[in-house]
């Protein structure tokens, strides 16, 4: 045996799989080192979850002449013929000539290829894996997985083999994938169904047929074949997104049953009057139906935290007022958060103006509101003699007190971080009502997740006597087109908006492109029939309110802007919508920004404008830009090309840890893995049935875990 374990001995309970990386044969302390550094694995634990993230399957292999697709993946089997390092300082790369029966395609190496260069040696044979890139009209692949044909057989065990992700560092310390391999080959002769003991009850393992999970982690890495490695997969994929979803919702029940809410429990004069005489136009049944889930949810008793998505221009401010209306009607006051100024503002202006005749007292609170003023809107907030509170992150600062604060609606709730959340649940004796809306539509798996301890509402129907927007995708040479577009539809009386990218507020290069692009728009519309109004990060509030008044009140034609307008601004005769340098733009944020148009009676554009030359993410972005309106549609598109690392709100949510499951693949097993873990919750509301203490244990186990990593890191 394996002289380390003494030293383990010494710890006589610590189980085999919390044993510390460097005693497992092959390993040791230098290595242990650089998979903590790198990975941060810790533990046999940690490195058995480092899951494989592909097979290779060697009876499937493409030919060099079949690499056809820019960004398609291709697994390839051929000889090197040719290895060299070329470049100046700056572009040093090794370029390894790859050669099949078919042809020859060059493989890349710009970082680790001196390492690289040693490894790899001409007239061998190889597997090649990795994303093709066409590169003036010839293939190349750059940093692809290659694994020499040989040393693959020598080791073959079955046809999948297991391909692991690594470091640079790691390939140092002989940890490249093969070497994780033979490690985990190690790990796997060690495991038992005592060494690695089941977590899910028996009864859930028996209602799925589900392996065992010892003979999960078995086959996970060495799969016997390729049905077993699909059982594998699909029981581990199930039991981590059962845990997360167990943990939301017991959350979610221990909160209802813990934390009383305000009880709404009269639909009262005021909320009936204005219903009856003072709106505007006829709900829709969408609108009615979350109207009513709220109105049942705030007179329950528990205190509501629902989030209501629903795409742009679905209606969800006037579900807002009516809400607030109700906490009126209950002697309650509200507040209504939005994530900027401008569209603070403009909910101000709404609301103020929908119920200002029927008594309700509506005030506006911002970064830019006057001492004076504020101090005045604290005094009447505290008297109560505001109803309704609207403004930006200005409404939580501890300073504003209210005097019986019982809803709270945030506008685009992404924007908050979890911790402005939570002091707004301090603003009254019990915390008052959430209500978040989101215009930012998320897949299903992803709100599942994100959002799975909230209730959720869907306003799935526009209003009526919307026309669909038309979208189109123009390449630079088109520009002349784009221009007389745009005069044609001005010369109808119509607006336009002009959007350039600003990843970062006040980046140079990007303020550039906006300054230019204002230049050259000058000459094709000059003053003084054309009038231009800008809007840009760099600009001082009052300065962008102006221009924006100017836009509003029909003084200038055209609006350029950066991505402050990105959200909720409600202009209805704007119906042209360009937008700059779209490819730079993520696809959430396209169909955000094209949703500021087809509001009013008109017939809206969405006019993208690209550079030629397009990724083939871009294009596809772009296609379904083209294709369709469809917010939930496109957020789908958005995380299958994004993932979830990059969609908003998902840092803290816990599904970035996701070892295995892939919530833009694996929405199925999610909704089984929820609704199994509904189910036992509903049969037992706090686990405390003894078969449901191995649940217990595993979620206890799970929340140390990620204490002991904050505490490392
Ligand atoms: P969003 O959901 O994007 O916040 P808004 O609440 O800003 O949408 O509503 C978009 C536009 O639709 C507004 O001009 C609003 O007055 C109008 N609207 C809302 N509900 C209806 C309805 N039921 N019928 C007609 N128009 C409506
Ligand atoms: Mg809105």
């Known amino acids: 045996m394996n002289c380390n374990f003494t030293r383990v001995n010494q710890q006589p309970h610590t189980s085999l799989i919390d044993y510390p990386i460097e005693f497992l044969k092959g390993i040791g302390p230098q290595r242990a080192e650089a998979l903590q550094k790198e990975l941060s694995i810790y533990t046999y634990q940690q490195f058995l979850t480092h899951y494989p993230f592909r097979y290779v399957d060697k009876t499937q292999f493409q030919s060099v002449r079949e690499v056809t697709e820019d960004s398609a993946y291709y697994q390839l089997r051929g000889h ?13 790369r090794l370029v390894a000539k790859f050669k099949d029966a078919s042809g020859v395609l060059e493989l890349v190496w710009f970082q680790g290829y001196k390492w690289m260069y040693e ?30 044909v040989n040393e693959l057989i020598l080791t073959n065990q079955s046809a999948f083999q297991s391909v692991y992700h690594s470091t640079e560092k790691l390939k140092f310390k002989s940890l490249d994938s093969d070497g994780i391999r033979r490690s985990q080959r190690n790990l796997n002769t060690l495991l038992t169904e005592q060494s690695i003991p089941e977590t899910l009850t028996q009864s859930i393992i028996q209602d799925f047929r589900f392996l065992s999970r010892c003979e999960s982690m078995k086959q996970i890495h060495f799969p016997d074949s390729k049905e077993l490695l699909d059982k594998a997969r699909y029981r581990l994929k199930f039991e981590e997104l059962f845990f997360l979803q167990l943990k939301l919702l017991r959350n979610q029940s221990i909160r209802t049953l813990t934390v009383r809410g305000f009880v709404f429990s009269k639909v009262g004069e005021i909320f009936t009057n204005f219903y009856n005489n003072h709106l505007p136009f006829e709900l829709t049944n969408a609108q009615k139906r979350v109207v009513k889930e709220i109105r049942i949810d705030m007179g329950s008793g528990k205190q509501m935290n629902r989030l209501v998505q629903g795409d742009v221009g679905s209606g969800k401010t006037l579900v807002a007022l009516l809400s607030m209306l109700l906490a009126c009607d209950n002697g309650f006051q509200s507040c209504l958060m939005a994530p900027t100024e401008i569209l603070a503002k403009q909910h101000f202006i709404t609301i103020h103006h929908l119920v200002e005749s029927i008594g309700i007292k509506v ?44 809803l709270v609606v945030i ?3 992404h924007r908050f971080g979890v911790a402005q959340r939570a002091k707004l649940h301090k603003k009254n004796s019990q915390p008052p ?16 997740t994100l959002y799975g301890d909230l209730d959720t509402s869907v306003i799935d129907e526009l209003p009526p006597g919307r026309k669909p927007i038309t979208s189109m995708h123009f390449m630079e040479s088109q520009r002349l087109r784009l221009i007389g577009f745009m005069k044609q539809e001005i010369a109808l009386g119509r607006q336009v908006y002009i959007v350039y990218p600003l990843i970062q507020e006040g980046e140079k290069l990007d303020f550039q492109n906006l300054q230019n692009g204002y230049d050259a728009l000058l000459d094709d519309f000059p003053p003084p029939q054309y009038q231009i109004s800008i809007v840009h990060g760099k600009l001082k509030s009052a300065e962008k309110e102006f221009e924006m008044q100017r836009f509003i009140k029909r003084e200038t034609q055209i609006m350029v802007a950066t991505t402050v307008i990105e959200v909720g601004v409600n202009i209805p005769n704007a119906s042209v919508m360009v937008i700059e340098s779209a490819e730079r733009f993520g696809l959430s944020q396209l169909h955000q920004l094209r949703g ?11 006019i993208l404008m690209t550079s030629y030359k397009l990724g083939a993410d871009s294009k596809l972005r772009m296609e379904t830009m083209v294709r369709t309106n469809d917010g939930f549609e496109i957020s789908e598109v958005d995380l299958k090309l994004r993932g979830p690392g990059d969609l908003d709100g998902t840092q803290q949510s816990g599904i970035l840890d996701l070892k295995i499951a892939d919530l833009a693949q694996d929405g199925q097993i999610l909704q089984l893995a929820r ?17 449901n203490q191995l649940l217990v244990q595993q979620l206890d186990k799970q929340s140390k875990i990620k204490e002991s990593w904050r505490k490392i890191g």
């Open 80 to 92: 090197i013929i040719e290895l060299e390092v070329i470049g100046d300082k700056r572009t040093k």
């Open 119 to 148: 490894k790899l040696k001409a007239n061998n044979e190889y597997i090649v894996y990795g994303k093709a890139t066409s590169f003036n009209g010839r293939f190349n692949m750059a940093h692809p997985d290659i694994e020499i």
């Open 363 to 406: 005030a506006l609170l911002t970064g830019s509101t006057k001492t004076k003023e504020r101090r005045l809107l604290h005094q009447q907030l505290e008297a109560g003699s505001i109803h309704i509170l609207i403004g930006t992150h200005a409404l939580i600062e501890d300073i504003v007190v209210f005097k019986n604060l019982g």
């Open 411 to 413: 506008d685009e709730q």
């Open 433 to 448: 009502h959430i209500l978040i809306m989101t215009a930012t539509p998320i897949p299903r798996t992803l709100a599942m």
């Open 596 to 606: 500021r148009v087809g509001r009013g009676a008109d017939k809206s554009y969405c």
């Open 675 to 691: 609704s199994s873990a509904q189910a036992i919750l509903n049969e037992d509301q706090q686990l405390l049935k003894p078969e």
